[in-house]
């Protein structure tokens, strides 16, 4: 690992959910993604196997994913005006923000165009040393950057 | 205004380009400006990436999501910033309202860098979709690259952002086969043999017209031209010679190349006149006052350390008995935007005389700060020591505009120095005869030019302190005024006639020295 990993991120680095880091986690991601669900939709799928993997086509670019219920629930949800915004903790907006784009890497200045935060407040909390509900810097995107 | 994505905006000049351009001005036997020479460059970049968007797009299909596809199609995604792929495979799918999809795997072309954007090199598509899609019905345009283009070579070369020129000049710089003259690259093989037949006629015609200047077209033109060859050539390979021989100086500005015959450049021209050489002295800067320096930037004395912003019109000198002197100008921190500019060290100009009109050639000497000729315009119009000059370009850089605020001669009373028979300095008040408007604390005569010359030859050739220049000074200047001081204006002005010094030193050395008592107001006068 190069030193220049190490070095601090700032609003032109991009930011990722790492779903590696769920795993090692003591939360769960499932509940922890049902809470971004709107009550209709979690009832809906209290009745469904969450195993069960579909291929969701994307909406505007006819890209297809393979998602498990939640997953494309997530991507359902996403497509509400009210998914992002409103009144909801800093790290949850990030995240939906994160999940809206599919988790495409995000620079905190995207991010806080996105959620309509200040970009230094984003920094602030995602980008210090602790990970907060996965959402890491993106290396390749840093590497490109260096 | 060019594409965000424009490939112009991180050029790099590659051994392509070079041999490119090189064999362009094999194919051409013209030389040609690094402009061209960029130009070329461009339509050739230009070519080449329309060739390689030509060639990535060609066969390809938009992809629409309700379009049926063979395997080994090719497909341009627009909304992937125009990336283009292979479908290798397909597989049926279902839907999360379980309903059967045919799903394309694409193998994208794009390298591995660009990944990130397209999110793999292998990516799943639905295809044969009958339910509705916005990419149905959208309306995809062409990649924009194959568009027809809504810029220009010149908004290219123009835009601040780009460096193609700047990079060829570079690049041909380090290549030992061409040649760069005023601005214009050949290669060296192909110049014309240019014999001293030539070389000597050359100096014949200049000879007839006094010794220049004149532009490489005329010689040419008069000497009967050099072979067939087109005429650029000609007038490039003349340069090129002329200016390994001695005899000929190039004395045009940037951009503009005029010979001159180097045994009739005027004698002041080649070497600087005596009265205007300045021997740096070392003093102390931060012992001056703010009121001194702000006086120092007034004065802006051709070797004081002052800079200025670039003048937007007229800018005005006031005339030192040096340059009055020799008919010269100082180029100071503003009079350095107005005379023009070359990498040769000597410029042939005309000054124009804003009220008659008359011209006067002058040559610019940068080296050395000052631009020469001016004599018979002073003694035109009578102008003192002190006098103001407003200087103004025109159009043309080698033309400048000089004009005074001359009236009808008359007498005005003004300090006259006298070298006294034992070589001391006395100075009185005199009336002297005055043509133009002057600055009343610069002004001063002297009586006997000749007298004058031999006591500052003297002073420069025995050292003279300037500490002793000054004190004799101080004192007799002191004693013309009524509250026996004199003002460091005065005193800048009468220490010049005597020895080239700008204001800063002078400065330093009153401070420095308790025999001189400042009272104020850039005053001094000699301690009781």
């Given at each position: 690992m190069s030193l220049n990993f190490l070095s601090k991120p700032t609003v032109e680095t991009k930011f990722y959910i790492d779903y590696s880091w769920w795993e090692q986690s003591r939360d769960d991601l499932n509940v922890y993604l049902l809470t971004h669900l709107t009550q209709e939709q979690q009832q809906q799928l209290e009745a469904r196997d969450l195993r069960e993997v579909f291929d969701y086509v994307h909406p505007e670019s006819g890209e297809v994913f393979q998602l498990d219920a939640i997953g494309v629930a997530i991507r359902e949800a996403a497509?509400?005006?009210?998914?992002?915004?409103?009144?909801?903790?800093l790290i949850d907006s990030v995240f939906r923000a994160l999940l809206f784009k599919g988790n495409q890497p995000l620079s905190v200045r995207e991010l806080a165009a996105i959620t309509g935060r200040e970009a230094s407040t984003i920094l602030k909390t995602i980008g210090g040393l602790r990970v907060y509900r996965g959402i890491r810097p993106h290396r390749a995107a840093r590497r490109k950057a260096e | 205004m060019l594409p965000a994505f424009h490939w112009a905006y991180s050029f790099s000049i590659g051994a392509d380009d070079i041999d490119s351009i090189t064999n362009l001005l094999l194919e051409q036997e013209t030389p040609l400006s690094a402009v061209e020479l960029a130009t070329a460059i461009i339509k050739r970049r230009e070519e080449n990436e329309r060739q390689k968007l030509k060639d990535q797009y060609k066969g390809t299909k938009v992809y629409r999501p309700r379009e049926c596809y063979a395997v080994g199609d090719r497909l341009m995604f627009a909304h992937l910033q125009y990336a283009t792929g292979k479908i290798v495979s397909f597989r049926q799918g279902v839907s999360p309202e379980r309903a059967p999809i045919t799903i394309a795997a694409v193998e994208f072309d794009e390298a591995q860098e660009h990944q990130e954007q397209t999110g793999g090199r292998l990516r799943e598509f639905v295809v044969a979709y009958q339910r509705e899609h916005p990419l149905n019905t959208q309306k995809l345009s062409l990649h924009p690259g194959l568009a027809e283009q809504k810029y220009s070579v010149g908004d290219i070369l123009d835009d601040p952002d780009t460096s193609i020129v700047e990079q060829v000049n570079d690049a041909l710089e380090n290549n030992a086969d061409l040649v760069r003259l005023a601005g214009t690259w050949f290669v060296r093989e192909l110049m014309l043999e240019v014999d001293i037949g030539y070389m000597h006629l050359a100096e014949a015609v200049l000879d007839m017209h006094g010794g220049g200047p004149l532009p490489p077209g005329q010689i040419l033109q008069e000497i009967g031209g050099i072979g067939d060859a087109p005429e650029a050539l000609q007038v490039f390979s003349l340069n090129y010679y002329m200016n390994q021989?001695?005899?000929?100086?190039?004395?045009?500005?940037?951009g503009k190349v005029l010979w001159h015959l180097t045994s009739l450049l005027p004698r002041m021209v080649m070497q600087v006149p005596a009265i205007l050489q300045y021997e740096p002295l070392v003093y102390d800067r931060n012992v001056l006052s703010r009121e001194m320096r702000q006086l120092e930037y007034d004065l802006d004395d051709e070797h004081s350390p002052v800079k200025s912003p670039r003048p937007d019109g007229e800018v005005s000198v006031t005339l030192i008995f040096p340059h009055r002197r020799v008919g010269t100008l100082p180029i100071n921190s503003e009079t350095q935007f107005i005379f023009p500019d070359a990498k040769t060290p000597r410029i042939a100009i005309t000054m124009v005389d804003a009220l008659d009109n008359q011209e006067y050639p002058c040559w610019v000497v940068h080296e050395h700060k000052y631009v020469y000729g001016l004599a018979p315009l002073y003694q035109k119009y009578h102008l003192s020591v002190g006098a103001f000059v407003y200087l103004t370009r025109t159009r043309n850089p080698s033309r400048i505009e000089i004009e005074f605020e001359n009236f009808k001669t008359r007498s005005e009373w003004c300090p006259v120095i006298d070298p006294g028979a034992e070589g001391q300095i006395l100075i009185r008040n005199e009336k002297r005869a005055i043509g133009a408007e002057f600055d009343e604390m610069i002004i001063i005569g002297v009586q006997g030019l000749k007298g004058v010359d031999a006591l500052s030859k003297e002073v420069r050739k025995k050292g003279v302190a300037i500490t002793r220049i000054l004190r004799g000074l101080v004192g007799e200047l002191s004693s013309l005024n009524p509250q026996g001081t004199v003002h460091a204006k005065t005193l800048y002005s009468a220490l010049n006639v005597l020895r080239r010094c700008p204001p800063g030193p002078m400065f330093a050395t009153l401070l420095a020295n308790p025999e001189f008592e400042y009272v104020g107001g850039n005053n001094w006068k000699l301690r009781d």
């Open positions: 497509r509400r005006d009210d998914f992002i915004g409103g009144k909801m903790a | 021989d001695p005899r000929f100086d190039e004395v045009g500005p940037a």
